[in-house]
């Protein structure tokens, strides 16, 4: 499986960003799409995952209300839309995924990762 994110950028605090993963070579449609963040400096952290069933999301608790993921089975996209950003938001994303249905939050439980996209938020 190998996937491709895309959609970083610069914007301004209390600006919007939406990235975009997709998905191609997968065989199974059970599986959890997820992504995390890394900032210079700091280990790579969980942001949010979605279950192969639309309603089953989890994010980390400091992005809850402003980030959203979703996504799309025909097109095997998975998507973050990002409101409200902060400066504490800057980091390189990366999409990451796992067969299965939990959705786990740590580095290690997912098997495939995109290349990672830079989101820089300016105060």
């Known amino acids: 499986v190998q996937l491709q994110a895309s959609g970083g950028g610069l914007v301004q605090a209390g600006g919007s960003l939406r990235l975009s993963c997709a998905a191609n070579?997968?065989?199974?449609?059970?599986?959890?799409m997820g992504w995390f963040r890394q900032a210079p400096g700091k280990e790579r952290e969980f942001v949010a995952a979605?279950?192969?069933?639309?309603?089953?999301?989890y994010y980390t608790d400091s992005v809850k209300g402003r980030f959203t993921i979703s996504r799309d089975y025909l097109k095997d996209m998975v998507y973050l839309q990002m409101n409200s950003l902060k400066p504490e938001d800057t980091a390189v994303y990366y999409c990451?995924?796992?067969?299965?249905?939990?959705?786990?939050?740590?580095?290690?439980?997912?098997?495939?990762w995109g290349q990672g996209t830079l989101v820089t938020v300016s105060s």
């Open positions: 979605i279950g192969w069933r639309a309603g089953n999301k």
């Open positions: 070579g997968r065989t199974s449609t059970n599986y959890v």
């Open positions: 990451a995924s796992r067969e299965g249905n939990m959705l786990l939050t740590g580095v290690r439980e997912y098997v495939y």
